[in-house]
T-cell receptor, first 114, second 113 residues
Framework: AQSVTQLDSQVPVFEEAPVELRCNYS??????LFWYVQYPNQGLQLLLK??????LVKGINGFEAEFNKSQTSFHLRKPSVHISDTAEYFC????????????FGSGTRLLVRP | KAGVTQTPRYLIKTRGQQVTLSCSPI?????VSWYQQTPGQGLQFLFE???????NKGNFPGRFSGRQFSNSRSEMNVSTLELGDSALYLC????????????FGQGTRLTVV
């Protein structure tokens, strides 16, 4: 069965430091990969996605992620975080089997401290 | 262009009652999906509609149902509410219908007392 694992439930980091949020997935078919961000009392906003092509994808707000097929990972990185990046981050996949549904990880809370 | 609109934003219901939540997708989007978000179970897929047809349904009891109208607006209904139905219900719309470009609404916070 398909699953998405976010290894860290919370990641504290100081402002202007780099950060990496980890995501691994398992699936018997090929997948599309996504990172979403959720601010308090808000819906989800798409940060970036990997559909095909270059394995390094760049998104909004200076975030990027790298798809590693052999390790079934899609880790999210930012070289220098800001206080405003404090939020919940969700990794998700869509299986290429016409299921049309996002399968989400459990989320990682990024806490940026001054 | 207006985003995905969910109404109401907050709702308090009593156990045993039923509730209907509404989602208006971005203009031109024909696919609408619903998700339930709880602290314990996280984000879980409820169902997806495309041009008024339900194409996929998640693993939820039959008390959860939905529909989509000809103008792509969608409603979901939960009957015989249980305390465990308390959650943030999120709606997402997309143009292509393959889920790769989903735009989410702000959600409806349902509290069952």
């Amino acid at each position: 069965a398909q699953s998405v694992t976010q290894l860290d439930s919370q990641v504290p980091v100081f402002e202007e430091a780099p950060v990496e949020l980890r995501c691994n997935y398992s699936s018997s078919v090929s997948v599309y990969l996504f990172w979403y961000v959720q601010y308090p009392n808000q819906g989800l906003q798409l940060l970036l996605k990997y559909l095909s092509g270059s394995t390094l994808v760049k998104g909004i707000n200076g975030f990027e992620a790298e798809f590693n097929k052999s390790q079934t990972s899609f880790h999210l990185r930012k070289p220098s975080v800001h206080i405003s990046d404090t939020a919940e981050y969700f990794c998700a996949v869509i299986e290429m089997d016409s299921s049309y549904k996002l399968i989400f990880g459990s989320g990682t809370r990024l806490l940026v401290r001054p | 262009k207006a985003g995905v609109t969910q109404t109401p934003r907050y709702l308090i219901k009593t156990r045993g009652q039923q509730v209907t939540l509404s989602c208006s997708p971005i203009s031109g989007h024909r696919s609408v999906s619903w998700y339930q978000q709880t602290p314990g179970q996280g984000l879980q897929f409820l169902f997806e509609y495309f041009s008024e047809t339900q194409r996929n349904k998640g693993n939820f009891p039959g008390r959860f149902s939905g529909r989509q109208f000809s103008n792509s607006r969608s409603e979901m209904n939960v009957s015989t509410l249980e305390l465990g139905d308390s959650a943030l219900y999120l709606c997402a719309s997309s143009f292509r219908g393959d889920g790769t470009e989903a735009f989410f609404g702000q959600g409806t916070r349902l509290t069952v007392v």
